[in-house]
């Protein structure tokens, strides 16, 4: 006769009716009951199938594609995940940020983070999530859109900024993400202040 567990019933009921479809650690059903339970019911969900395990403590509920198959949750929803249950200040890299903002048409190969954590590689499938560890000089405005506009400009450069490059910032860039590059300008590099005071401008871009 097969065991039947009522806490690992709340744990599937509070998945399926959550609207958040970020991946789950057992802090998120601090609720329920106890949290030596509450990983224990997990563990045996994972075995059954009835959840996915990502990596160690971090599950979701399988999701089906009807032409790939079972999916998982993206890249950044897992990072992200990963990285509020360490408080750590992070920023995509680069390569990364160059290409959400539009400046390069390049798609990385892998996703990497930068972080001040240390944080060991996630595979999810057939791509990977490094965690770069990095001092916190290198996070100027982490985790905000003036944060990866920065780390853009680190990728490319000086001379790897054009012109129309330069305008599409000037153009697409919110508000508040223009206010607060003003404001972190003086701890960037020389090179970059300039570019960022151009961006930054409220006036039109010559």
Same mark, same amino acid.
């Given at each position: 006769?097969?065991?039947? =567990? !009522?806490?690992?019933?709340?744990?599937?009921?509070?998945?399926?009716?959550?609207?958040?479809?970020?991946?789950?650690?057992?802090?998120?059903?601090?609720?329920?009951?106890?949290?030596?339970?509450?990983?224990?019911?997990?563990? #045996?969900?994972?075995?059954? %199938?009835?959840?996915? $395990?990502? $990596? @160690?403590?971090? =599950?979701? @509920?399988? #999701?089906?594609?009807? *032409?790939?198959?079972?999916? /998982?949750?993206s890249s950044m929803d &897992?990072? #992200?995940?990963? +990285?509020?249950? @360490?408080?750590?200040?992070?920023?995509?890299s680069g390569a990364t940020?160059?290409?959400?903002?539009? +400046?390069?048409?390049?798609? !990385? %190969?892998?996703?990497?983070?930068? /972080?001040?954590?240390?944080?060991?590689?996630?595979?999810?499938?057939?791509?990977?999530?490094?965690?770069?560890?990095?001092? !916190?000089?290198?996070?100027?405005?982490?985790?905000?859109?003036?944060? /990866? &506009?920065?780390?853009?400009? $680190?990728? +490319?450069?000086?001379? %790897?900024?054009?012109?129309?490059? @330069?305008?599409?910032?000037? #153009?697409?860039?919110?508000?508040?993400?223009? $206010?607060?590059?003003?404001k972190l300008a003086p701890?960037?590099?020389?090179?970059?202040?300039?570019?960022?005071?151009? *961006?930054?401008?409220?006036?039109?871009?010559?």
């Open positions: 006769m097969k065991t039947s =567990y !009522p806490i690992d019933d709340k744990i599937i009921r509070s998945i399926w009716s959550s609207r958040n479809p970020l991946p789950k650690t057992a802090k998120d059903f601090s609720t329920i009951g106890k949290s030596a339970a509450i990983r224990q019911a997990l563990a #045996r969900l994972a075995k059954s %199938g009835k959840l996915k $395990r990502i $990596r @160690r403590g971090f =599950y979701e @509920r399988p #999701r089906f594609h009807p *032409i790939i198959g079972q999916s /998982t949750s &897992v990072a #992200r995940v990963i +990285l509020e249950s @360490r408080h750590a200040p992070w920023q995509v940020a160059a290409n959400l903002l539009g +400046l390069s048409e390049q798609v !990385p %190969g892998q996703l990497v983070i930068k /972080t001040t954590a240390s944080i060991p590689p996630v595979k999810l499938g057939n791509s990977q999530i490094k965690f770069q560890r990095v001092a !916190p000089s290198s996070l100027i405005g982490a985790g905000t859109e003036a944060g /990866t &506009v920065i780390q853009a400009l $680190r990728h +490319l450069g000086s001379e %790897g900024l054009g012109p129309t490059q @330069r305008e599409h910032l000037h #153009r697409n860039l919110k508000a508040n993400t223009k $206010r607060e590059l003003k701890e960037l590099p020389q090179w970059m202040q300039p570019i960022v005071k151009e *961006i930054s401008s409220e006036s039109e871009m010559p």
